[in-house]
């Protein structure tokens, strides 16, 4: 194997820069070249492949973002614009591809390879931790510590002022970093896209925490639940309570900032994996985190539809108990 490409897809999360990294040094030893392609798949759509050398490499494990950029690419998801893309990695010899990013990724890789791309390996890159069969997605354990540590500061002045807050964290799809940095911090209740919201149970546990004596309040509201998002929750709870609130929408910040140990260990050993991987005649598959060891998840499996810890679905439920 002589060469090999690496792509960062969809949302960016802290971490892809560490296994780039991590790919670019193995490759490297092995005496493969690695080519970046540019915001994702939109570099193999129009040719935007740089290549990857040692000094591109150095000095980025503790960045966030991606040095490769990413995006979100329309053009890849019609059959013209895939074709250009196969013609693209045949122009610059690509033999193998590492994929990294979230679930649009996965089914990226899936159809680039049924339609006769290179061999694949995806890397789970999404600060929204839902995607099958692996405990953790790179950029993760970055964005729960960056909403906990947002939680943290909020109840400082929650507490003072003896005010409730509505904290709404990022996961259109996915509750998973509302209920970590919810339980991680706190907060009295958290609600999630995956569970049904009880408006009117919510409002009474917010009341019975206050009326035995909780001045201050933290609700943790993921994005997409159907409530509406945080402020939309925090003026029906008004309606029913008459309780004044405050909130903060977290946003971006989850997703920037320097990874965490965790995730750049991560990320570092699933870098190597991948390229370890393509060498050995191994595709088809993304490579998942699950009790500290490697796992190869089907492409087909990884994107299928993802179910919260069972524990920590229960012990958010406590809450409202
Ligand atoms: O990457 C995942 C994610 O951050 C989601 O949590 C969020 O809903 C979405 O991306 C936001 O996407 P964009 O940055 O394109 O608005």
Redesign the pocket.
């Given at each position: 194997m002589k060469t090999i490409a690496i792509l960062t897809s969809?949302?960016d999360?802290p971490g892809m820069n560490a296994a780039i990294r991590a790919a670019s040094r193995i490759a490297r030893h092995n005496g493969i070249k690695l080519l970046g392609s540019r915001h994702g798949f939109r570099g193999l759509v129009d040719a935007v492949i740089i290549e990857i050398d040692r000094e591109s490499v150095s000095n980025i494990i503790h960045r966030g973002g991606s040095i490769l950029r990413s995006s979100?690419c329309d053009k890849f998801e019609t059959p013209k614009g895939r074709e250009k893309a196969l013609a693209t990695c045949d122009r610059h010899g690509i033999e193998g591809l590492i994929l990294i990013g979230?679930d649009g990724t996965m089914r990226g890789a899936v159809d680039l390879e049924n339609e006769g791309g290179p061999p694949s390996v995806g890397l789970p890159g999404?600060?929204?931790n839902d995607i099958a069969g692996t405990d953790h997605t790179i950029g993760f354990d970055t964005a729960v510590n960056a909403a906990l540590e947002a939680i943290d500061r909020i109840r400082d002045t929650a507490e003072t002022m003896e005010r409730m807050f509505f904290i709404e964290t990022?996961?259109?799809h996915?509750g998973a970093i509302a209920l970590a940095a919810g339980i991680g911090g706190g907060s009295n209740v958290v609600v999630v896209p995956e569970t049904k919201t009880d408006i009117e149970g919510i409002a009474k546990k917010l009341q019975s925490d206050r009326d035995s004596g909780a001045q201050s309040l933290i609700v943790v509201v993921a994005?997409?639940d159907e409530s509406g998002g945080a402020y939309k929750l925090a003026e029906k709870i008004r309606k029913i309570t008459g309780m004044d609130s405050r909130v903060t929408v977290l946003g971006?910040i989850q997703?920037g900032g320097n990874p965490t140990a965790n995730d750049r260990i991560i990320a570092t050993c699933l870098g190597v994996q991948a390229v370890e991987d393509l060498m050995d005649g191994r595709h088809g598959h993304m490579l998942g985190w699950k009790c500290e060891k490697f796992v190869r998840i089907p492409f087909r499996e990884a994107v299928t539809d993802t179910a919260l810890p069972d524990e920590i679905v229960r012990h958010a439920a406590t809450m409202l108990t």
């Open positions: 969809g949302g999360a979100r979230g999404t600060i929204d990022m996961g259109r996915s994005e997409g971006h997703r």
